[in-house]
């Protein structure tokens, strides 16, 4: 069994896309995976399964679906996926003074294809940084999250992966 964590993107924010934790957990415990633990409200599983890490993503999106009627992107990761990211965040190596209340993690399903990368616009939203490193992508917002036009939906498109988002202190607490 490998100890993965789904995270679901735009679940219980701003009342839209409201997925009753428990109720999640129970469904996704029905369709067989074990120790199923939710971590905040925003979407955050922690599961055990002898699936692949493509199969469980397709489960969880599908239970979410026939259970909730609710289409969610799922990203997948194993839990010592999760920690090695949570250990080699590029603006901290940098600056380990930066407040990490305005870093993030993009969490994107796939690795974008050759060329992807070269679409973000390093001067789309300044002072935003932002560093690749495979199915990650590191932001830093020195302004906020909120002000950023670093969406996800404009990583998803530049990219043409699906992403979720993190703030750091979340993605710590996760790993």
């Known amino acids: 069994m490998t100890a ?7 679940v219980n924010v701003g009342g839209r896309n409201r997925l009753p934790m428990a109720n999640l957990r129970a469904a ?7 120790q199923v633990t939710t971590v905040l409200q925003s979407g955050n599983v922690f599961l055990h399964s002898a699936e692949p890490e493509h199969t469980v993503a397709a489960i969880v999106t599908e239970t979410i679906a026939e259970s909730f009627g609710l289409q969610i992107a799922v990203v997948v990761r194993t839990s010592a996926e999760l920690g090695a990211i949570a ?12 407040d990490p209340t ?14 992807r990368a070269a679409k973000l616009d390093p001067n789309r939203s300044p002072p935003d940084s932002f560093t690749l490193d495979g199915r990650e ?10 002000r950023t036009r670093l ?3 404009y990583l998803e498109r ?3 992966v699906q992403a979720t988002a993190r703030n750091w202190p979340t993605v710590q607490r996760l790993a």
């Open 4 to 10: 993965y964590v789904a995270l679901l993107r735009a």
């Open 28 to 34: 996704l415990s029905a369709r067989g995976f074990e």
């Open 87 to 98: 250990g080699r965040n590029p603006f901290l190596t940098s600056d380990p003074d930066l």
């Open 102 to 115: 305005n870093l993030h993690v993009a969490f994107l399903a796939e690795k974008p294809m050759a060329g």
């Open 137 to 146: 992508l590191y932001l830093s917002y020195p302004n906020g999250s909120g």
């Open 151 to 153: 969406t996800p939906d």
């Open 158 to 160: 530049c990219l043409g």
